[in-house]
């Protein structure tokens, strides 16, 4: 009997190629650690969606629902227009399953250089709490008199009192339990009425929850994660700022190789199901994916960084509660980043999941 189903969503380009070694790493640690695990195989992705015209049949995603935690490679080809795949499936995926956090940490590992001057494993490693179901990502706006001299469009930002405050109480937890400093980071100098907004409620959150705030302007703080990143510790921003900020971050951290994401509902929606319809039995999944893209042009040479979805499937584990097997599978994917550059794919993967099955002492197989 497995313990936990677990949805594979392998998606496009290196996609298919990182998420086997990722498996073998959680399969590894589901043995050594001694829980059971059913991978589910969804093909969702470019090909479905030319041979079917699909992103994300309601079907799948009704099966999806049942899981409990969805790892996805990348989405995206070339022969896909842009944003089909991205919208239809993986922000669809975020809305639906109301994944209101994108937890992004940026953490520079040993042995993997930070293009920043003097910096070294240590100087960088802060979390990003993104919030992950609002803001401009909604899809709110349109356009009129398209193609014209007199075109008009809109894209307009939605910030609700409960999305921003789940998000912030969520974040305010996590500075709580590391070093309890939390950074806002907004543009409240413009965006006056959003700022505002989010300002207010932080201040009560972190009053609340007892961490110190802090604030910076989403340009400010580009600067300061280049010019001295230890200020920071948690960063708790709106869904674009976090999506630059985190590429940003990915940068000073040595690359997306080892940049992994957690797109979170970790439970309690701050109201927003229960108001929206009927509450859900459990939580909904969450899905762990690594911040890199599809990279089509170097899929199928096994020059991919495997170790991106590795730490994303470490925080997977993380989120089920097998805190071991998530340790394990983290220090499996930083024992390899030494010398990686002269690996596969595969043998990186191979050589994680050794890392990960060794040591410690094998429960026996089949009790379960
Ligand atoms: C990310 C990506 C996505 C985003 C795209 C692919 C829709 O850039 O996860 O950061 O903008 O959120
Ligand atoms: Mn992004």
């Known amino acids: ?17 990182v998420v086997a070694e990722a498996r073998k790493a959680v399969d590894a640690a589901a043995a050594r650690f001694g829980f059971g695990l059913a991978w589910v195989d969804y093909d969702l992705g470019a090909d479905r969606w030319l041979r079917t015209g699909e992103a994300l ?26 944003g089909v795949l991205e919208r239809g499936l993986l922000l669809r995926l975020r809305f639906e399953l109301d994944l209101y956090v994108n937890l992004r940490p940026v953490k520079l590992y040993p042995a993997v250089a930070s293009p920043l001057a003097g910096v070294g494993p240590g100087d960088v490693d802060l979390l990003v709490v993104r919030e992950n179901t609002e803001g401009v990502y909604v899809g709110a706006g349109g356009v009129v008199h398209r193609g014209g001299p007199a075109e008009v469009a809109t894209e307009t930002s939605i910030e609700t009192r409960v999305g921003v405050e789940r998000c912030l109480r969520y974040a305010a937890a996590r500075a709580k339990e590391r070093s309890g400093r939390l950074t806002l980071v907004h543009k409240t100098n413009v965006l006056v009425h959003a700022g505002d907004l989010w300002r207010r409620a932080a201040g009560e959150v972190a009053a609340e929850v007892g961490v110190e705030l802090d604030y910076a302007h989403a340009d400010a703080a580009c600067l300061y994660l280049v010019g001295d990143p230890g200020r920071f510790d948690v960063i708790v921003t709106d869904n674009l700022f976090g999506d630059i900020l985190t590429d940003l971050g990915a940068a000073i951290a040595g690359g997306l190789g080892t940049a992994a994401s957690a797109n979170l509902n970790p439970g309690g929606s701050g109201g927003l199901m229960e108001r929206s319809g009927s509450p859900p039995a459990k939580p909904p999944p969450s899905l762990f994916e690594p911040v890199h893209g599809s990279a089509p042009d170097i899929a199928g040479t096994g020059k991919a960084n ?46 994680i999941a050794t890392a990960v099955a060794g040591g410690g002492h094998r429960p026996p197989r089949g009790g379960r």
């Open 1 to 17: 009997m497995a313990d936990y189903t677990i949805a594979c969503l392998p998606g496009d380009g290196i996609g298919p190629e």
């Open 306 to 351: 495997p170790v991106a979805a590795v730490l994303s499937a470490a925080l997977l584990l993380q989120h089920l509660g097998e805190r071991a097997a998530a340790a394990a599978v983290e220090a499996g994917a930083v024992a390899v980043l030494q010398g990686a550059a002269g690996y596969s794919t595969q043998a990186l993967g191979d050589r």
């Open 57 to 82: 049949p309601d079907t799948a995603l009704k099966e999806l629902r049942d899981a409990d935690a969805i790892l996805l490679g990348a989405v995206g080809r070339p022969d896909v227009p842009p």
